[in-house]
C-alpha cells in the first residue's frame, strides 16, 4: 500500500486577519475551513485549499496571536511549496509579487523545475512551481472566486522541503517504513553544500515529493510564526488507514494512535530529526458538514464539539474575514 502524496501542511500565524488577507485577495486560494484546533479550542485553525477543498491541496494556519519570530534551522519543514500550471504562470506571480510587495526571489531551477520563491506576511518560506504537463498526482480544481486569472492559479500542494543535521535517519523513515523512492538530486543553492535528494510516493510528480536538504552548519530551528508545525500525507481510505497505523507502531515509533478529526483521520509520529510527520485519509473531506458551494462561511465544529459551541465560541476572539 502506497501513500499517495501530500495531504495537507500546517502553518503557524500570529495574526488570522493578515493570514486571510494573504492567502485569499494576493494568492486567490479558497478558504475551505474556518474551524477551531481541535486540541486548543481557543485557537482558530484556517485550511485554504482548491475549489473543491481536495485532499493534497490545503495549507492551513494555527492562530497564535502574539507568536515570536521563527529562527529558522535545522529539524524543520523549511519550504512549502504550491503548485501553478506553468512557467508563464510564474512570469505572472513574479509580477503580481512585484505589485502587492511580497519579498519573492528570481525564478530558478529546482528539480529540473521552474520554480518562484516568496514569503508570506509572518515570514513563512513558500515556494511556486511549475508543472508544465508534467505526469504525477493530479493537481486540484482553480477556484473562480478570486481575481487571480484561472490559467494562474495555485492548484495545490508541492515539494516540501525538510533541513536537516543528519539526513540518513529520516531517509530510512522514508524509504524504508513509508514507502518513498529516490528519485532524484539537484545542486543546493544555499552554497557548497551536499546535493538536495528528492523523495517520492504515489504516482509522484510535484504533489508527492519530499526534498531533503543536508546543513550540518546550521542550529535547531527555533519556531514561531511562519514555521511549519507539521506535513501529512494522503492515506486514501479507512481499510489503508488501519494498515498504516499498525505500520507505523510496528515500527516502533512513538505514534499518537487513531486521531478522529471529522474531515479525515489522522495519525501523528516524529521521525529521528523530531519533525512531526501526520497520514491523514482523503475521506470524508470538507464537505462532509457543508456544501461545497459555501465551505468556509461559518465556523465548522465536528459533531463532538458542535455541543460546546456556545462556550468555544465566547473564548474564541473576534474575527472579521473579509
Known amino acids: 500500500m502506497k501513500l499517495l502524496g501530500l495531504h495537507h501542511v500546517s502553518i503557524l500565524t500570529g495574526k488570522a486577519e493578515r493570514n486571510f488577507q494573504f492567502y485569499t485577495k494576493v494568492l486567490g486560494m479558497r478558504l475551505v475551513k474556518k474551524t477551531v484546533n481541535q486540541d486548543n479550542t481557543e485557537s482558530y485553525h484556517l485550511f485554504y485549499g482548491d475549489a ?58 529546482r528539480a529540473n523545475r521552474d520554480t518562484l520563491a516568496f514569503q508570506d506576511y509572518d515570514g513563512t518560506r513558500l515556494i511556486l512551481v511549475a508543472d508544465n504537463g508534467e505526469a504525477g498526482v493530479r493537481a486540484g480544481v482553480p477556484w473562480e472566486g478570486s481575481e487571480v ?45 551536499p546535493d538536495i535528494q528528492v523523495y517520492a510516493t504515489g ?25 511549519v508545525h507539521h506535513v501529512a500525507f494522503r492515506v486514501p ?61 461559518r465556523l465548522a465544529l465536528p459533531p463532538f464539539l458542535e455541543p460546546r459551541r456556545e462556550e468555544i465560541e465566547s473564548k474564541l476572539r473576534p474575527l472579521e474575514l473579509q
Do not use: C
Not at 484561472?150 to 516540501?160: D, F, K, N, T, Y
Open 149 to 193: 486569472p484561472r490559467e494562474h492559479a495555485i492548484l495545490g500542494l508541492g515539494p516540501v522541503t525538510l533541513t536537516l543535521a543528519i539526513s540518513e535517519p529520516t531517509v530510512g523513515v522514508l524509504t524504508e517504513m513509508m514507502g518513498f523512492r529516490h528519485v532524484g538530486s539537484y545542486p543546493s543553492l544555499a552554497g557548497d553544500f
Open 203 to 227: 504516482e509522484g510528480g510535484t504533489g508527492a515529493e519530499v526534498h531533503i536538504e543536508t546543513r550540518p552548519d546550521l542550529p535547531r530551528e527555533r519556531p514561531g510564526r511562519g514555521s
Open 52 to 109: 473543491n477543498g481536495s485532499p493534497g491541496t490545503e495549507i492551513t494556519f494555527f492562530d497564535i496571536p502574539g507568536l515570536g519570530h521563527t529562527y529558522p534551522g535545522v529539524s524543520s519543514i523549511s519550504s512549502t511549496s504550491l503548485r501553478v500550471r506553468d512557467t508563464d504562470s510564474l512570469l505572472f506571480w513574479e509580477e503580481r509579487f512585484t505589485q502587492f510587495g511580497i519579498i519573492h526571489e528570481m525564478i530558478v531551477k
Open 237 to 297: 481510505n479507512e481499510e489503508e488507514y488501519e494498515y498504516w497505523v499498525k505500520r507505523i507502531s510496528s515500527f516502533g515509533l512513538m505514534n499518537s494512535g487513531k486521531v478522529e478529526r471529522y474531515y479525515f483521520k489522522a495519525l501523528y509520529f516524529r521521525e529521528p530529526n523530531h519533525i512531526l510527520f501526520e497520514l491523514s485519509t482523503d475521506t470524508p473531506g470538507f464537505d462532509v458538514d457543508e456544501p461545497i458551494e459555501s465551505l468556509g462561511e
